[in-house]
Every structure is written in structure tokens, then in C-alpha cells.
């Protein structure tokens, strides 16, 4: 199994997780044609596409969907929650698959779990996906963490996770007091030291690869979550890369 993520952050999400046989889009959070133009970029023709996941309704995680469900004919799983909330269209164009957290579902030969997490918004999960014994994970938009997601992160082999903000430049940004309040309370996004304290928590595991993601533009810096993450992962094994907003990364084998 692979996995490229196409790009992360609040402009949009979307990753690539595919096998020989069977691929799924992990969110879908760009305007369709921009994702079909970076597939195109990781030589990936979107018509081998099998299936969108969607993780919850907020645009940057659900926006190409219906577009890229009536195109390609595929599929898009997603909680009632995330049907009720996301756009009208998609909930009536015929493409809507409706799952429920802890039950999982089959796409090809990648088993995917959804599990609940917590943010702001009705019914969200993040997603494990297997194939041939090999597990990913990806999470993202998560207030705080729980226990089941470092019980996840300790049964994957790839994350990708949420590194959200810098606490300090949160704080001394240009956002008005509630959003700050949003963003680092209980329903919004994690902080880098929330994330190196999760890895840290989940550590000693099957990790091997785990891809920074969903940076704030705003009140991030690449330096500062590439710090932790070194400070984290010098002398393991474990590599790390920090996902773009703007461009593709590397294809990474599971
Ligand atoms: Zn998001
Ligand atoms: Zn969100």
C-alpha cells in the first residue's frame, strides 16, 4: 500500500492511498480539477480511482467530493453526520455511502476503520486503513487527543497527523480572541507540542513514517514543527516529512 499526501492545510485537504488494485482519497478538500491535476503530477490517472473517504463536512475536507463522486462514478463514505452537514448534492447525487465509527468497511483489498475524534462539527472520524498487514493512518482536525487515537497511532505503520499551530504565534497572531478560543480549544485543532506529545505518547511501536500535516499558515512555521520533529526522531528510525498546502509529496510505501 501507498500513500502521497496531494496537499494539507485549511486551503484544503486530500490524500492518496492506493494499492494495486484499489484507490481511495482520503478527503477531498480541494476544487476537483485541482486534484485531478496533482494526481496527474504523481502520474496517477484519477480514473483508477475506487473510492472518496470523507472525514467530516468542513470544506477543506469535502469540497471536490461531489464533483470527482458524478465523474469518476465512485462511492463517497461518509458518517450521517458528515451527509447531513456536507453539500446537498452530494447527499442526493446516488454516490453517498453512509458508515458509523468503529464499523469497518471494505474498498478493494484496503480494510478501512473509521473511529470517532473530536472537532467541531457533527459525527467526525479520522480513518485506519489496511492492506496485506500494513496500516496507515491519517488525523487530522482533532481538538485534543484520546485515547483511542494513541491506541490507533500505535497500531500504524504510516500517520499522517495534525500539527496545527505554534501556541506562541497563536497567541500573539493577527486572529480575533474567538477564533484563537476555536482553534485551541477542545473542537478545534491540536498545537505542535500537543502532536510531539501524542508521537511521544504512542512511541516504541511499528512507526516508522509520519507526515506532518495541516499546518496553519498563519500561526505555523515549516522550522518550527520540523524542530520537534527532530527532536523527536533523531537517531530512530522513524522518518519524517511535512505535508505542503500547495504541491504533492513524495509517495511513500506504507
Ligand atoms: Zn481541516
Ligand atoms: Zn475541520
Redesign the pocket.
Known sequence: MKLCVLGSGSEGNSSLVFTESSALLVDAGFAAKTIETRLESIQFDPARLSAILVS?A?S??IRGAEVLSRRYSLPVYMTAGTAENGPVKLRGNGHARIIAADESFTVGDITVLPFAIP?D?SEPVAFLLESGGRRALQIT?IGYVTVSIIEKLRQAHLAVVESNHDEELLGIGPYPWHLKDRIAGRGGHISNDECVEMLKQAGGNGLRQVVFAHLSKTNNREELVRLGAESLYADTPVKFEIASQNMPGKILEV
Open positions: 467530516h468542513h477543506d475536507h472537532h462539527i482536525d
